[in-house]
């Protein structure tokens, strides 16, 4: 595994758009792990241009990459950026697949170029968890994918996320 202490000095960005909290705690992981790296949200976020790298966050918003993180992505069509999200699902199972395929498909359409695309899972937003109650019902697998869901993103999640982000630095 590379380390911080194999990067080349480097201006790099760690950008992100958190409502319950997951994408920021991924966000502050990838971001203590390279050194020097800004840290900011989304809305705070100046012209990727100014960094040799841009790590983009956001959260699952109704099957597509939230919206701010959507408008800062497509407002700079030609910036290879670097993205990450978080979602109720387990990543790489069912539903998750599908959303992933969707935001690529989305921002590919817009031309916006991206080296990578990482998803952790997080707890889902409860207001959501109290509207779905309405649309859905809450069978015992629900509330059992919900539980689960809440427990993340983990240590191991914030783990897996810095060794990502170094790969993606390193090449490697």
């Known amino acids: 595994m590379m380390s911080a202490m194999d990067l080349k000095p480097r201006r790099v960005l760690v950008t992100y758009e958190s409502v319950t909290g997951n994408t920021k705690r991924v966000a502050e992981a990838i971001a203590a792990v390279i050194p020097g790296a800004v840290l900011l949200p989304i809305t705070e976020a100046p012209d990727p241009g100014e960094y040799d790298a841009v790590f983009v966050g956001f959260w699952c918003d109704k099957g597509h990459a939230s919206e701010a993180a959507d408008a800062y992505l497509k407002s700079h069509p030609s910036y ?4 990450f999200g978080t979602l109720g699902g ?12 969707r935001v690529r498909e989305e921002l590919t359409a817009a031309q916006v170029p991206f080296r990578d695309f990482r998803l952790w899972q997080g707890k889902i937003d409860p207001e959501l968890v109290e509207k ?8 015992p697998e629900r509330l059992s994918r ?6 993340h993103p983990d240590a191991a999640d914030l783990k897996d996320a810095q060794v990502w982000a170094l790969e993606q630095l390193t090449g490697s």
């Open 146 to 151: 919900i539980a689960a869901a809440a427990t």
């Open 80 to 83: 290879p950026f670097i993205l």
């Open 132 to 139: 779905s109650k309405a649309r859905f019902p809450m069978t």
């Open 90 to 101: 387990v990543p790489g199972v069912g539903y998750s697949v599908t959303y992933e395929n």
